[in-house]
């Protein structure tokens, strides 16, 4: 806290003891401790309640050179000292002070503590000349006058002389408030003896009735009387009054009104100075609470830059300014305003204040971005419409500031004309919203998605240059993940919908191409998807044309391969530790007409983009299921268990587990005969779904296997969660186990995380008895590879199964 001056000694030090420009401090030399007043602390720059260690902390080496003597002799010697020295601020700077010191003794004439004063003073060289910078008060620009115990002027200078209207010859030895009217003059009379006999400031602002003129008066304590700065605020008091009188004129109006002052456009802007009540009604701010800071807190994050930008080159010219402006209100609800902007100034074309009128016509944005929302929008699935992608593709075409690189994407709903046909109109046009939805999700917020009309619509992707991308690896993408969205099945009132698109793509970027030959284009390769089969993606591009026409060859042919029953099921034997059969996998294959045998993984992640691999899924598990069952009714054969791959998009089908149920209990088989091969990749992600459906499979009975385990997504903490009776070890480890150190180790690691959770496990891609004996050795006795045979067709595995009996378990 602030601590006592110390007493006075001469002039000088009284003056210091009573200006507010001067930090006093003590330091009790029995306790050690030193006090700093408040006004010290400021002079140091330093925050409220700071203390250093001792007096001279902050001050520049040179000067603390020059001052510890001093400082020394004063407390050894009670010699005071008075000299000029340089202050390090806390802040960085520099400044110069005066600093002064002077003994404190007891009643004994003990030296108990020093005390002092620091002031800040001009950077000059000599004492006499910065004594209080009263000689710079007393010649400087500003009035100044010293008033004596009684009220009595005893000196003025010649800006006090001019501002009085009268020479000091005249006024000397009058009372400061002679001239102020009879109520006035006694209550400023009792103010002056009051802040006199407490040392205190005296401030006042006052009419001088002779002069007519308004003046500030800043008065402090001075050689018993005070001494005082004078100003004439007459102009300043007359625009008060003209802004209240504005006030009372514009405070009822409608119409939110803003007065600033006139200020730099800079950081943070002119201030506000008065609002009026339509400003508070409208906005939730009272006026106390924006009086003193800048409109641009008004304007919120979001506000448009061309508008503020427009207001700040109108008003750097002094000219007015009318915009639409999005501003916030104290709750932060936006709304707009129409703001007319405009300077004022005074007689002397001086530039006083800006008034801002704005007319709040919120509900006015609102009908017209709802009359453009019509004009531009399908009103069935809210996308933009044909009008808008035009306007759009325009822009990207001939905007040379945006890149010209992108897709353009036709889609069309196969057999949506069925649809509309049978259920009627309000169900296709509930799967015309569904389906932008999904399109929607399927494109970057940038991108563009329209609804031409029907059950046509175009997607504009543009590179944007924010994140490059190739075009035409951006829209292989974007169609695939489109294919698979739009090939969900639909939820319509009371029915489920199963439907496909056709989608058709041409890039632009590389040659000059209107609009319209775009829209050609994409609709020429659409209707080459169709071609194609439906439910596939054509690429006008004739340097993906040849790709994708072999990717839509492949789907088509798979559909055909469905439909003519193409497909057939070998048969690989699993053999245990003794060379006796315990099992078989069934393995897909297509035996096309003209390709002749076509390599599961040649086709299967068509079948899984087409989803074929539902009903061909299906029916592999059908004919697994009668086998089992076949074999049941050999001795020699129904202890034999068939495994049977499961692809992931099979798996998460929300049906699965009820065409298990339902095949295991049409073939009447035992459950446990039927082993699922499920691949790592289900657990990339939906563990926990995954999780609950395994566990209803395993409730049913089924053997549950992970195939091709350590090449996915292999987790500890999901293995321990899922209910499994095997785990198979890929080929890929199996194939170099021999030769290849880090294959060993991992077909080791695999075989000892097997037994720790209690789970079989079996080696697939077995070539050589090597290979078998170093598996057997790690604890791995169950197997299948080309050791023992290779996949074959049923009645040639029973043929091969007759001329190596198999022998039941006991």
């Known amino acids: 806290m602030p601590i006592s001056h110390p007493a006075p000694q001469d002039g000088v030090l009284r003056m210091l003891e009573h200006a507010a420009s001067i930090g006093v401090w003590r330091l009790d030399l029995d306790r050690g401790a030193l006090e700093w007043s408040e006004q010290l602390a400021a002079i140091h720059r330093a925050p409220p309640g700071y203390r250093p260690d001792e007096p001279l902390a902050h001050y520049t080496p040179e000067s603390r050179a020059k ?36 003994p404190v003794r007891d009643e004994a004439g003990r030296i108990v503590a020093v005390q002092g004063a620091v002031q800040e003073i001009a950077p000059r060289g000599a004492r006499a000349a910065t004594l209080l910078r009263m000689g710079a008060a007393l010649s400087s620009g500003e009035a100044f006058v010293t008033i004596d115990a009684n009220g009595q002027y005893t000196f003025l200078n010649e800006q006090a002389e001019r501002l009085l209207g009268s020479d000091a010859q005249q006024l000397l030895g009058r009372r400061l408030w002679n001239s102020f009217q009879k109520t006035v003059r006694l209550r400023l009379e009792e103010q002056f003896r009051t802040a006199c006999a407490r040392g205190a400031r005296l401030e006042f602002e006052e009419l001088d009735a002779r002069l007519a003129h308004w003046f500030e008066v800043r008065a402090f304590p001075f050689a018993g009387g005070m001494a005082a700065h004078l ?106 305003v129409d703001l007319d902007v405009s300077p004022v100034w005074d007689k002397q074309r001086k530039l006083t204040h800006w008034v801002a009128v704005g007319r709040d016509v919120t509900e006015r944005k609102l009908a017209e971005e709802k009359i453009q929302h019509l004009a531009f929008y399908d009103a069935l699935t809210k996308l933009p419409n044909r009008q808008l992608l035009m306007d759009r593709l325009h822009a990207a075409l001939s905007d040379p500031a945006r890149p010209r690189e992108g897709a353009l994407m036709f889609i069309d709903l196969d057999n949506f004309k069925v649809l509309n046909d049978t259920l009627g109109h309000q169900k296709g046009d509930t799967l015309l919203q569904l389906v932008a939805e999904r399109l929607r999700s399927c494109v970057s917020k940038g991108d563009t998605v329209a609804r031409l009309g029907g059950d046509e619509f175009v997607i504009l992707l543009e590179n944007r240059g924010d994140k490059p991308l190739d075009p035409a690896k951006g829209a292989r993408a974007v169609a695939e993940r489109i294919l698979a969205a739009l090939g969900e099945p639909y939820v319509l009132p009371g029915y489920l919908h199963h439907s496909t698109c056709s989608i058709g793509v041409t890039l632009f970027g590389h040659t000059d191409r209107t609009v319209s030959e775009l829209l050609k284009q994409a609709d020429l390769a659409m209707y080459q998807a169709k071609n194609a089969g439906r439910n596939t993606v054509c690429f006008f591009d004739p340097e993906m044309q040849a790709v994708v026409s072999a990717n839509a060859a492949l789907a088509s042919d798979l559909r055909q391969a469905w439909r003519e029953t193409q497909f057939q099921i070998d048969y690989q034997p699993q053999v245990g530790h003794d060379g006796q059969m315990i099992g078989v996998e069934a393995l897909l294959r297509w035996k096309h007409p003209q390709r002749g045998m076509v390599r599961p993984d040649h086709f299967i992640a068509a079948a899984e983009e087409t989803s074929l691999i539902i009903p061909i899924g299906r029916w592999v598990l059908d004919q697994a299921c009668a086998q089992i069952a076949a074999w049941a009714h050999r001795q020699e054969r129904r202890h034999l268990t068939v495994a049977v791959n499961v692809s992931v998009r099979q798996f998460r089908h929300p049906e699965f587990v009820d065409e298990v149920m339902s095949a295991i209990e049409q073939s009447g088989i035992q459950p446990h005969k039927l082993k699922l091969e499920l691949t790592e990749s289900l657990l990339a992600d939906g563990i926990d779904v995954t999780i609950a459906k395994m566990g209803r499979l395993k409730a049913m009975g089924v053997t549950l296997s992970l195939d091709d385990f350590g090449i996915g997504y292999s987790s500890l903490s999901y293995l321990k969660r899922l209910p499994l009776d095997q785990l198979k070890i890929d080929r890929e480890f199996v194939k170099d186990i021999l030769t290849d150190a880090n294959d060993a180790a991992i077909a080791k690691a695999v075989i000892n995380l097997a037994h720790s959770l209690d789970l079989d496990v079996l080696a697939e891609g077995v070539e050589t008895e090597a290979q078998r004996e170093f598996l057997a050795r790690q604890g791995c006795h169950s197997y299948q590879g080309y050791l023992f045979c290779k996949p074959l067709p049923i009645d040639e595995l029973e043929a091969f199964m007759e001329r190596l009996p198999v022998e039941a378990p006991a």
């Not at 004063?74 to 600093?99: H, K, M, N, T, Y």
């Not at 600033?260 to 508070?280: D, L, M, Q, W, Y």
């Open 231 to 336: 100003r004439d605020v007459t102009s300043r008091r007359k625009a008060q009054e003209q802004l209240r009188l504005l006030e009372g004129s514009i405070s009822r109006l409608n119409d939110i009104v803003i007065i600033t002052e006139a200020g730099p456009f800079s950081e943070p802007g002119p201030r506000i100075v008065f609002v009026n009540e339509a400003f508070e009604r409208r906005t939730g701010y009272s006026r106390d609470e924006v009086v003193g800071r800048s409109p641009r807190f008004l304007q919120g994050p979001n506000s448009q830059r061309r508008a503020l930008d427009q207001i700040r080159a109108a008003l750097e010219e002094w000219r007015p300014a009318r915009v639409d402006l999005i501003n916030y209100k104290k709750n932060g609800e936006p709304y707009w």
């Open 67 to 102: 001052l510890a003597p001093l400082l020394q002799a004063c407390i050894a010697e009670g010699a005071p000292f008075d000299d000029e020295a340089q202050v390090l601020q806390l802040d960085g700077r520099r400044s110069w002070v005066r600093a002064l010191g002077q």
